[in-house]
């Protein structure tokens, strides 16, 4: 059910946040045993929680359509008198003193928050949801297979109904490409609408806080009290303008077709003007994103990486010591390059209403996987694929938006809609509007069951 949906239920007595609550606990165990989600469980608070909000439903005084709702939190994310992981063993004893400020607006709109916290790519410094603390997190479809990353856990826990929603954090694709493996719906918002004090940083001045869903509705109920920012206006009255990019083909042939099936048949509906072109700079975007990325990662763990290189999972502590690659020089040339590209990108923009291209360009690879083979036969980094059509939005500072359409050979697809600056509101009204008329676009929850 729905965010909207379950609301209603618990508004009329049909179902109690605490009947809720147990339904998903049943299923947590075998969820759990299936893939390791959740980096700690607290079923205690939790029912708590659910029964302080069943209260306030019986009085009819809510808090808002979040009351009572189960909303995950990735490990990165600061809870009050809770351990903050990241996902990694040098952080065991770190208990949070206080909510970070999105947990907060959660809590005071009545949001479960309690149930646990959710697994992670270790720091958040990496796509593929394979390397953690805790052990790596599997496709909800096959747990064999990549979720994506680094909001690996609260992917799974929205895919698999055991959350109605869950927070993640963005820094080249985190919250998008997780979303888009595991067929729900994500948001990276237009860099600083989310406050990001609280959060383990990964890359200060990429680095953003987005909600997970299974549908676009519930996204925005969690943005907009993240953000704290209320409904915009619909697309209804006007022509909408879309920009497909030419330079951002999928790796498989079967899912590029897929790909542009479903844009062609958005543009359709929408009965939209539709642009094609190549994407502008994205090879010098990749560049600048890579060179900040590993320099501002670097800087945060210098100190701990130098005396603490062994207790970091191999691959993070392979890419944190690579960042002392970059000179001052070309990291100072890369955020002149970014004031420059996004001003660019800004005016350009102002002709469409989002940018619209597929969020990770192949299926979800082994979780052993290092490389995927590129239309060419060469072998590629599987982190640098999985990251290269959602990575320049963070560079760029635009909000992105990532939406399931179906399944392809069994594994979810997702599109990516990219918006102007601060238009959160409208880009949210855009995937609405998309999954209002599509809605088998969004695949069935996967079973615990393997």
């Known amino acids: 059910m729905t965010i909207l949906e379950l609301h209603e239920a618990y508004v009329t007595r049909r179902l109690s946040p605490v009947e809720v609550l147990g339904e998903r606990l049943n299923a947590l165990d075998a969820w759990q045993a299936r893939t390791r989600l959740f980096v700690s469980v607290d079923a205690d608070r939790a029912l708590e929680e659910a029964r302080a909000s069943e209260a306030r439903y019986r009085k009819g005084e809510p808090?808002?359509?979040?009351?009572?709702?189960?909303?995950?939190?990735?490990?990165?994310?600061?809870?009050?008198?809770e351990v903050t992981t990241a996902g990694s063993g040098l952080r065991l004893g770190a208990v949070a003193t206080k909510d970070a400020p999105v947990v907060e607006r959660l809590r005071t709109r009545g949001a479960n928050l309690r149930l646990g916290k959710l697994n992670l790519h270790e720091f958040a410094y990496g796509p593929t949801g394979a390397s953690s603390y805790f052990g790596a997190v599997g496709n909800p479809y096959d747990p064999t297979r990549m979720s994506g990353g680094s909001s690996s856990g609260s992917a799974v826990a929205v895919a698999s109904g055991l959350m109605s929603a869950a927070l993640g954090t963005d820094t080249g694709g985190s919250v998008r490409i997780p979303s888009a493996w595991c067929g729900i719906s994500g948001l990276k918002p237009t860099y600083g609408a989310v406050s990001r004090t609280g959060v383990v940083p990964l890359s200060w001045s990429l680095d953003h806080v987005g909600p997970m869903a299974r549908t676009v509705a519930d996204v925005r109920i969690l943005f907009e009290a993240m953000a704290g920012r209320p409904r915009e206006g619909s697309l209804s009255g006007r022509k909408v303008r879309l920009f497909w990019p030419d330079n951002t083909a999928c790796y498989e042939p079967g899912l590029e077709e897929h790909v542009s099936r479903a844009i062609e048949a958005v543009a359709q509906s929408l009965?939209?003007?539709v642009s094609r072109g190549p994407l502008p700079e994205l090879e010098n975007i990749w560049l600048a994103q890579t060179?900040?990325?590993?320099?501002?990662?670097?800087?945060?763990?210098?100190?701990?990486?130098?005396?603490?290189?062994?207790?970091?999972?191999?691959?993070?502590?392979?890419?944190?010591?690579?960042?002392?690659?970059?000179?001052?020089?070309?990291?100072?040339?890369?955020?002149?390059?970014?004031?420059?590209?996004?001003?660019?990108?800004?005016?350009?923009?102002?002709?469409?209403?989002a940018i619209i291209l597929p969020a990770v360009p192949i299926a979800p690879p082994s979780l052993s996987a290092v490389t995927v083979p590129?239309?060419?036969?060469?072998a590629e980094d599987v982190r640098a694929v999985a990251t290269r059509y959602t990575n320049p939005f963070n560079l760029l500072g635009l909000p992105a938006l990532s939406i399931p359409w179906g399944l392809h050979n069994g594994f979810p697809?997702?599109?990516?809609?990219?918006?102007?600056?601060?238009?959160d509101g409208q880009l949210l009204n855009l995937g609405e509007a998309i999954q209002e008329r599509f809605p088998d676009s969004i695949p069935t929850p996967p079973a615990a069951a393997v």
């Open 374 to 378: 590129a239309p060419s036969g060469a």
């Open 413 to 423: 697809v997702g599109l990516q809609l990219v918006g102007r600056r601060d238009g």
């Open 63 to 81: 808090l808002s359509q979040l009351d009572g709702i189960l909303v995950g939190l990735k490990d990165l994310i600061d809870a009050a008198g």
């Open 291 to 353: 060179i900040i990325i590993g320099s501002e990662a670097l800087s945060y763990h210098w100190s701990d990486l130098e005396a603490r290189r062994d207790q970091y999972q191999p691959d993070v502590a392979e890419r944190l010591a690579a960042g002392g690659a970059h000179l001052a020089v070309e990291y100072l040339a890369a955020l002149r390059f970014r004031q420059a590209v996004a001003a660019r990108y800004d005016e350009w923009l102002k002709e469409y209403d």
């Open 271 to 273: 009965s939209a003007e």
